[in-house]
């Protein structure tokens, strides 16, 4: 798909690797790692902004990569300087969805606005999740000024591609504790989310794909809010899955708000960043993240491919799930995973 792909923009001029640069941030993460390397392929200079991890050796050895080092997405000067050092024609911007998102996000506006060659730039392919309801807007102090800053930048006039994830398949043994329970020999799990609701999922090789092909590709992609959904599971079917391809008996039963909210404090969560996230998780079935919008079809259209199914993603996994279980750890066991966050 990749490679066909780059074939098509370079034959058609849409990217040329003597003129192109892209600036990536991030570029150590779940998404990051990999698609350090798809935009490799892509023939193209990669300038990769690092915070404080650095990317594998076969990325840094390639002759058409340049870092920036200790660039904090907090720090508006820092932003300023990367640009100014990487003079990028494509820019992929990745903001998780933490206190401090909305800080980022308005500085890499106010960075971009007050960069000297912004015109010189494509596209900005954006990649962040945390579009809310009016009901999550009023009750989460956790995501207060997210929405405005989300607004502030894709209401600019710059060249931009929202690329808004799901929840990733690679977060579904840290993000909900399942691989906690497993490596301590339970196969009962247990979390938030109301049971039977089909929750969208994604895969981070589709975020990379789709993030590399809407790079290659400014004028079909600018403008565009895609709300990336490889496929719809519910908590019981996953369970289902994973029955189904280890072989052992999983189910999955629903935690009352105030249990989770208990097991937050217990965790280390402030009272307030507790009480926001057991809201999260037992309200995620009612669609209060815009996200749920999405569906698998748009992405086997944009991807010209079918989406990666959660039974795939568990298949392509099951060896790293079988260490987990032995090791008794879980980090990092996803495909295309990482332990190590920028």
């Known amino acids: ?22 600036l990536l941030f991030g570029p150590c993460g779940n998404v990051g790692r990999l698609l350090s390397k ?6 193209v200079g990669v300038h990769l902004a690092v915070h ?23 720090d508006i000067e820092s932003i300023a300087k990367t640009l100014c050092e990487s003079c990028p024609t494509h820019i992929v911007f990745m903001t998780p969805t933490v206190v401090g998102t909305p800080r980022m996000v308005n ?3 106010t960075a971009v606005q007050n960069y000297e060659h912004k015109a010189r730039i494509k596209i900005i392919v954006w990649i962040s999740q945390g579009d809310i309801d009016d009901f999550l ?15 502030n930048l894709w209401s600019s006039n710059f060249p931009i591609c929202r690329l808004e994830p799901s929840g990733f398949y690679q977060n579904f043994d840290m993000f909900y504790g399942l691989g906690e329970l497993v490596a301590s020999g339970k196969r009962l799990f247990r979390t938030g989310i109301e049971s039977s609701t089909e929750l969208p999922w994604v895969d981070v090789k589709d975020i990379t794909d789709l993030a590399t092909i809407a ?18 599971v519910s908590m019981t079917e996953a369970m289902i899955t994973l029955s189904k391809i280890t072989g052992e008996n999983y189910s999955y039963e629903q935690k009352s708000m105030s249990e989770l909210e208990s097991e937050f404090q217990k965790k280390g969560l402030e009272a307030t960043l507790a009480k926001d996230r057991a809201l999260v998780f037992h309200t995620y079935h009612e669609g209060h993240f815009l996200v749920f919008q999405g569906n698998p079809e748009t992405m086997e259209n944009l991807l010209g491919r079918k989406p990666v199914s959660m039974e795939e993603y568990l298949r392509g996994n099951i060896d790293k ?22």
């Open 52 to 74: 404080n991890t650095m990317p594998e050796n076969d990325i840094l050895q390639n002759g058409r990569t340049s870092v920036s080092r200790g660039v904090d997405a907090t």
């Open 1 to 22: 798909m990749l490679e066909r792909h780059a074939h098509y923009i370079t034959t058609n001029n849409a990217m040329t690797s003597c003129e192109s640069k892209v």
């Open 137 to 151: 807007t009023s009750n989460l102090s956790n995501y207060d000024g997210l929405g405005e800053a989300n607004n």
């Open 107 to 109: 500085n890499f506006t």
């Open 38 to 43: 798809s935009l490799i392929r892509l023939g």
């Open 215 to 232: 790079v290659s590709n400014p004028q079909k992609f600018v403008g565009k809010h895609i709300r990336m959904v490889s496929s719809r």
């Open 321 to 342: 799930w079988r260490n987990g279980q032995s090791s008794g750890t879980f980090v990092g066991w996803a495909g295309g995973g990482s332990d190590k966050k920028e």
